[in-house]
């Protein structure tokens, strides 16, 4: 993927790919929407980033990892708070974006534009 000296670089970008869901290939190898970053002058390594569906599956997956358990027994006021996370990255604008959060909450699409409203009257 990279001469030795790209090697910290990869490293070093490797846990922001992660967590967008994204996948390291090697340069030669990016397609028009991949992204390729270059290192002292050359490309290092190319970046291809995940659709916005499933970067939606991703950011969920990650809030329950980092809540330690499902998002559904979550109690209300902390599922509120995901969703006031997750409009602020933009989950709502992904094509069934309220009915896939709506299912990891364990809560109808309903409930979740309740909890939407509720912050756009506070």
């Known amino acids: 993927m990279s001469g030795a000296g790209d090697e910290p670089f990869i490293a070093a970008v490797k846990p922001l790919v992660d967590a967008m869901g994204g996948e ?3 340069p030669d190898e990016a397609g028009p929407d991949d992204v390729v970053l270059a290192w002292e002058g ?3 390594v190319a ?5 916005l569906a499933d970067s939606l599956d991703h950011i969920l997956a990650a809030m329950e ?5 499902p998002l559904a027994d979550l109690d209300r006021r902390a ?3 995901v969703v006031r996370i997750l ?3 933009g989950a709502f604008s992904v094509r069934h974006g309220v009915e896939t959060v ?3 909450l364990g809560v109808s699409r309903f409930t ?3 909890y939407l409203n509720r912050e756009k009257g506070a």
Not at 47 to 51: A, E, G
Not at 65 to 69: N, S, T, V
């Open 24 to 26: 390291m290939i090697p």
């Open 42 to 44: 050359k490309d290092a």
């Open 47 to 51: 970046v291809r980033l995940p659709q």
């Open 65 to 69: 990892r980092r809540k330690g358990m």
């Open 79 to 81: 599922k509120q708070e």
């Open 87 to 89: 409009e602020a990255r």
């Open 102 to 104: 709506a299912s990891a």
């Open 112 to 114: 979740v534009y309740n």
